[in-house]
C-alpha cells in the first residue's frame, strides 16, 4: 500500500507561480512510478504529468509542456509539480497518483485526495 498526500494548492493570478508537493507513505517510494492528474469542473480527469522511479524519464501532456515541471526526491518520499504561467484553464483539482507500471499505461492503482488549483484575477 501506498499514500500519497498532496499540498501546495491554491489561488494564484494567471500568469503565476505555483509548487505542488505529493508526499508518499508506505511501501519503497523509489520503486514507484509517480505522476500527476487533475480534473476541472465538468470534464474529465486528465493526464498532466509523470516520471519514473528515478525521476530520470518524464512525460507531460501537451498543454503542459514548457510550463510545468515534474520532479521528485527519492529521499524525501515527495514527487513535485512546478506549475509555471498559468492559465485560468489550469483551474482543478491535482491528483498525485503511483503505480509500479508506467502511469502512461493506464489507470494509475494509488491516488492522493487531491489539492485545489484556482487560476484567476
Known amino acids: 500500500q501506498v499514500q500519497l498526500v498532496e499540498s501546495g494548492g491554491g489561488l494564484v493570478q494567471p500568469g503565476g507561480s505555483l509548487r505542488l508537493s505529493c508526499a508518499a507513505s508506505?511501501?519503497?517510494?523509489?520503486?514507484?512510478?509517480m505522476g500527476w492528474f487533475r480534473q476541472a469542473p465538468g470534464k474529465e480527469r486528465e493526464f498532466v504529468a509523470a516520471?519514473?522511479?528515478?525521476?530520470?524519464?518524464?512525460y507531460y501532456a501537451d498543454s503542459m509542456t514548457g510550463r510545468f515541471t515534474i520532479s521528485r526526491d527519492n529521499a524525501k518520499n515527495t514527487v513535485y509539480l512546478q506549475m509555471n504561467r498559468l492559465r485560468p484553464e489550469d483551474t482543478a483539482v491535482y491528483y498525485c497518483?503511483?503505480?509500479?507500471?508506467?502511469?502512461?499505461?493506464?489507470?494509475?492503482?494509488?491516488w492522493g485526495q487531491g489539492t485545489q488549483v484556482t487560476v484567476s484575477s
Open positions: 497518483a503511483a503505480d509500479l507500471r508506467p502511469l502512461v499505461a493506464g489507470t494509475p492503482e494509488y
Open positions: 508506505g511501501r519503497a517510494f523509489n520503486t514507484y512510478d
Open positions: 516520471c519514473n522511479w528515478s525521476g530520470g524519464t518524464k
